[in-house]
């Protein structure tokens, strides 16, 4: 089993920058694909960046592409998501989730964080 904790939301002035930390419980993290994915109302939730167990292969959505950034220290039980160039439309409650496969959709991943607030002021 998998526990996962999002930290590093906040209110950011359009043009800036937040980076998120998601924190994983238990000895198999290594093993687990990790994903981020944002929540803004009244969308559904949906894929913004997932990466490999071994940090070898990362993906973005076309809509974060060139602005955000994932990345995973395996020895701190870590992922994190750089996001730089923040916009209006990046104001959402992002979740980090794990899985052993991954994917790019929400029904790929088992575990779920509870989510941190990302608010992006114009």
């Known amino acids: 089993q998998v526990q996962l904790v999002e930290s590093g939301g906040g209110l950011v002035q359009a043009g800036g920058s937040l980076r998120l930390s998601c924190k994983a419980s238990?000895?198999?993290?290594?093993?687990?694909?990790m994903a981020w994915f944002r929540q803004g109302p009244p969308k559904e939730r949906e894929f913004v960046s997932a990466i490999s167990w071994s940090g070898g292969k990362a993906s973005y959505a076309d809509s974060v592409k060139g602005r955000f950034t994932i990345s995973r220290d395996n020895a701190k039980n870590t992922v994190y998501l750089q996001m730089n160039s923040l916009q209006s439309e990046d104001t959402a409650v992002y979740y980090c989730?794990?899985?052993?496969?991954?994917?790019?959709?929400?029904?790929?991943?088992?575990?779920w964080g509870q989510g941190t607030q990302v608010t992006v002021s114009s």
């Open positions: 989730a794990a899985d052993m496969s991954g994917g790019w959709g929400v029904e790929d991943y088992e575990h």
């Open positions: 238990g000895r198999t993290f290594s093993r687990y694909a």
